[in-house]
C-alpha cells in the first residue's frame, strides 16, 4: 500500500513538473511578460512544495555551484525545473520567431541504479546535467522533464542546428561519464509560419522522436522523421 502511495505521489509529481513546464514554454511562446511567469510558478511550487521553494532560493548562495547548473539541480523531489534562468534574467522572448526542443534521455538508467545504486545514479545524472548546461548557449532554458529525462528549449534555432548541439551533448556522454552512460534525444521544432503550433504539440513530437531514438537502438539522436544513426 505504501508503494502505491508512493508512486501516486511520484506521478502527480512528475504531472505538475511537466504542467509548470507547459506553462513556462507557452509563455515564451506568447510572449508574455517573465516576472509574470515567475510569480505564478513560484506560487504554485510554494503551494505544493513549501520546502521545494526554500531550495530553490537557498540555491542561489550556495557559491559552489556553477550558474550553469542551477536550472539542473538534482533533488530526489526534483521541483526547481528551470526556474533560475527566470531568476537571473536569461530568458529573451521580444523577438522569438521560431524554437526547438530537445528531449535527452539517459539510456538504460534503472540498470545505473540497479547495478551501483541509487547514490551512484544521482551522480550520473549530475553529469549528464553539467554536460548538457555545458554544451548550450546562455540563452537556452534547461529542465529536469523526468526521472532520467532532461529538456532544452532552444529559442530562435531550427531542429537542424539544435542537431549540433544535439550531438555535442551525445558524445561528450559517451566519453566523460563514469560510470559511463549514452543518452538518446528528440528533437522539434516549430516557427511562426506554423498556425497550429503549441506547447503540448511541441513537447508529444519531441517524446515521440525520443521514442524512436530509443527503439532504433539508444545512442541515438532523431529529429521528426529524421534519424541520426550512431
Not at 529538456?151 to 551525445?170: S, T, V
Not at 556522454?173 to 559511463?180: G, K
Amino acid at each position: 500500500m505504501t508503494d502505491m502511495l508512493h508512486a501516486h505521489e511520484q506521478t502527480a509529481r512528475e504531472e505538475h513538473r511537466r504542467s509548470i513546464l507547459f506553462q513556462i514554454v507557452q509563455r515564451m511562446h506568447d510572449k508574455m511578460d517573465v516576472d509574470a511567469i515567475l510569480d505564478e510558478v513560484f506560487d504554485s511550487i510554494d503551494y505544493l512544495y513549501p520546502t521545494t521553494g526554500m531550495t530553490l532560493y537557498m540555491s542561489q548562495d550556495q557559491s559552489s555551484l556553477n550558474p550553469r547548473i542551477k536550472p539542473l539541480l538534482v533533488h530526489e523531489r526534483g521541483e526547481d525545473i528551470c526556474v533560475q534562468s527566470f531568476m537571473e534574467g536569461k530568458l529573451i522572448v521580444a523577438h522569438d520567431f521560431c524554437g526547438a526542443l530537445v528531449v535527452v534521455d539517459i539510456d538504460q538508467f534503472k540498470q545505473v541504479n540497479d547495478t551501483f545504486g541509487h547514490q551512484t545514479g544521482d551522480q550520473v545524472l549530475k553529469q549528464v546535467s553539467d554536460i548538457v548546461t555545458s554544451s548550450v548557449r546562455p540563452e537556452d532554458i534547461c529542465a529536469r522533464w523526468g526521472g532520467e529525462e532532461l529538456a532544452i528549449y532552444m529559442p530562435q534555432i531550427g531542429a537542424r542546428q539544435a542537431l549540433e548541439y544535439a550531438e555535442i551533448i551525445r558524445t561528450r556522454v559517451a566519453e566523460e561519464t563514469r560510470p559511463a552512460v549514452t543518452v538518446s534525444s528528440g528533437i522539434a521544432e516549430w516557427n511562426w509560419m506554423d498556425e497550429k503550433v503549441s506547447v503540448e504539440s511541441l513537447f508529444y513530437r519531441s517524446d515521440m522522436a525520443l521514442y524512436d531514438a530509443k527503439h532504433g537502438g539508444r545512442n541515438r539522436i532523431v529529429v521528426e522523421e529524421q534519424e541520426v544513426s550512431r
